[in-house]
């Protein structure tokens, strides 16, 4: 398959008019959904885009996903990292093609995900969770999207220590932040990002005292909103609920705390 | 250089204890700021993360520039593609390592950078623009960061079509993204993803109402908004004033009308 | 009573320890909800803020109902006006103790009743609904909190034209706002304010042509939004979803044409 | 005068075109602003809503303050409350034509404003200020909108309490709310409600554990956001920038722990 129909084994989006999502692996096989049965087998060898009928007349998009469709449809068995995080996490930590990463919390594997996305065949993901169940899950939902062999699964409490070091970038997804900072500085590069999320004002503030005591300067915290709309032309509006919270992010780099010697080159 | 150590040529991010920060290229030269002068020459060999000193004594950590902070630094002549705005696209189109990408309306450049950072060196952007100035300007700001062999610049204005087929993903950054839709239709590949972004809601109307006559569907409309923290963790509060828009981005699929016959295979 | 203690046929806001609401009227009655029975005449004489408890053991502070309370727990048929709308609106209008006030599109009377109250006794609230069910509804509202007496509802399409002149302020939450801008122009005093309530943006644009085209001056749009935490002081956080959308509020002044003719002074 | 036309000690609020406003006491003098001087006097005797012109030939709208215009034109030594939050506040609040209230730090007197408004002619607002500065600046904004005799300005620290008893609302605007809980719980009437304001969420914190402590229930905490946009029917668009913080709004009632016995009168 040259990747402009659909093939055995790829990954398809399949979409309803009133916007329902089905992320599903094509084989010859019936998928079942409360929109009715789809014989999967039929799309092979057809466009990208093309519509298919379940067994009740329901049409369904046959689409590509693209990575936020895959982050938002593994399974999980965890509260995930948004898809409207994860685009700025991207953006602030040192992660693309050739990186390498260390995340801290696998959790279901979103995150996971996305920094093996970026991180591309020639990049590295290391990604440590002390709870078993949760590792072989993220690592069954990167074999789905084919993504695992960029990633290294650790099962281990990173308290202990990362046994990297100098990677280009750190991700704390975890309860007790400041619990791993010190250890997060041993293995981040030097004026490298270290990233986290918390979803409470408190552990916010803990964090940020911890990020001075160990030596991490130029801290930041936000949050990312998403507002959506209706996407009806002549009755534009917000939609009227909306995810008001999932966690705040802080961002801060690895300082070192020698100066540069007017003058002088370092050895 | 082995990448831990500040070399010649390198972008280096200089942040003061206020938080004003400078992106600069390493070279032996003197860089004036309003905080004082800071000798360039001194940093090569250091490890990131260390301090510097400026003539006038303010302090400056020497930071790795994320993707965040290169977009954000660019030399600009238009309204730049904010990174709250940036990472999200990042997530809905099909971007990543290996990815051949459509963008139109170069502008200074800060999506056609995040585009090639993230198509990675087996990728490739192609980037329209009608306006000379800002392609070129684009062209530099990609220079700076090593990442113009990654992107075709074209000068030309995309309604007359684009010259690509079967592309990964596309981006409208145009002012009438409605004049572009049976263009972009043509060259991006079947159930893939367009993305768009306009300032107005008459504007958003007006390309939905394009959208659903020119062959795509699923379309969605979101803002992105960022809302940062005093990083105070005895005080920890909001900012008292934020960017309230950038604008709206909107998203759809190009569809295929060709449904799926039941129990056929295609040829 | 003397208002410090629970009288017959006051109201009163029965709130469970997880924060679910009831407003009753006291009587000697048995009242009914999902987590047991109150007798509510065992509450008279008693102090506001006391407990009760339902004959299945679960406790209810009683409390006195804040504005907030009584509009948030009309009896609805409509769509109604929210809290965080009601408040910034009655910040807008010209409303206050002995002013009187038109209101376009009674609905289930949640703007009707904050109007009444703060028009207080020596004001008066004229409120125009074409639909009966929804008048008398209304009225009902208004009669169970005992400020019936402040509003004159009028069974009436106001496109007609408002019965009144000269008012301190008038506001239409109707679908079609540009139907009533000349009849509105007509009823309000010069310089006082005109407000609007709309959700889509298509119908604000629509309403801003119509306003300057109808002697409207000092047009503004804004939306009203509110976030809640949740009130845990160890574990604070903005709850995980919020409303996102009610409506875009509009405001607009009466203008007169006429120029002040300098130095002469008019008739 | 008989309201309708501009009398000599009317307050107008004066608008240009784009938007620039001045809030002024119409009499026979010169009022010098940036777009020219205008001639107040001539004022006299127009009707609200026409038009005045300064010495340089710039437009201004003459219309009546509405309370946001009032609230927001005092003259101010220290931070005042917005009227996104006072509007929320007075639905909140019992306060209403002949309510009595307490607020704890006059400050410059904003929502001592907006309490008297509301309170009316037969209502009365108690206002607490330890700075006499302060204390003296709100009067003298109370006196300008002709509300002061509906206020009691109290120069006293509220730690060493309050002399009134069952008021039907208390607002603490103090920097350590904490300190004045006990205090509150003794003034206001049972079931009624205390509201405060704070701009950190370590005090938010704080406030929560101290109200829990102090007999107060049904805590709730919020945020008010105002987002506005420009008014332009063709290019419809939120504004660039809004005020993105100004402080987290705590509302709790006062309770009494005595349980109400079931079936015997209490006395």
């Known amino acids: 398959m040259d990747g402009k129909k659909i093939g055995r084994g790829d990954l398809a989006l399949l979409v ?59 399974k999980r068995r965890t ?71 960029r990633v290294e699964f650790k099962l281990k409490d990173a308290r202990e220590g990362f046994d990297e070091r100098d990677v280009d970038a750190l991700f704390l997804d975890v309860r007790n932040p400041w619990d791993y900072l010190e250890q997060a500085y041993q293995a981040l590069a030097g004026g490298h990002t270290l990233g986290i999320l918390v979803p409470t004002t408190n552990q916010v503030s803990r964090t940020l005292e911890g990020l001075a005591q160990n030596g991490f300067v130029h801290a930041e915290v936000c949050e990312i909103l998403m507002r959506r709309y209706k996407a009806n032309p002549e009755r534009l509006r917000p939609e009227d609920r909306m995810v008001a919270h999932t966690g705040f992010l802080i961002f801060a780099r690895k300082g070192t705390l020698k100066e540069v010697e007017d003058g002088t080159l370092p050895e």
């Not at 019936?30 to 009928?53: E, K, P, R």
């Not at 590295?124 to 695992?148: C, D, M, P, T």
């Open 79 to 149: 509260q995930i990292i948004f898809p409207k995080d994860l685009g700025f996490i991207l953006m602030k930590l040192e992660v693309g093609p050739g990186k390498r990463v260390i995340e801290c919390g696998t959790g279901s594997g979103s995150l996971t995900l996305a920094l093996a996305w970026m991180a591309g065949p020639t990049g590295r993901v290391i990604s440590y969770e002390k709870e078993e169940a949760f590792s072989l899950l993220a690592r069954e939902n990167l074999e789905r999207v084919g993504l695992a062999d």
């Open 16 to 74: 309803s008019k009133e916007g329902k999502e089905f992320l599903v692996q094509v084989d010859e096989r019936l998928f079942g959904t409360h929109l009715g049965n789809v014989d999967l087998g039929n799309l092979l060898g057809q466009s990208w885009g093309c519509i298919t009928t379940t067994h009740r007349g329901k049409e369904l998009y046959v689409l590509k996903p693209s990575l936020h469709d895959l982050t938002r449809h593994i």
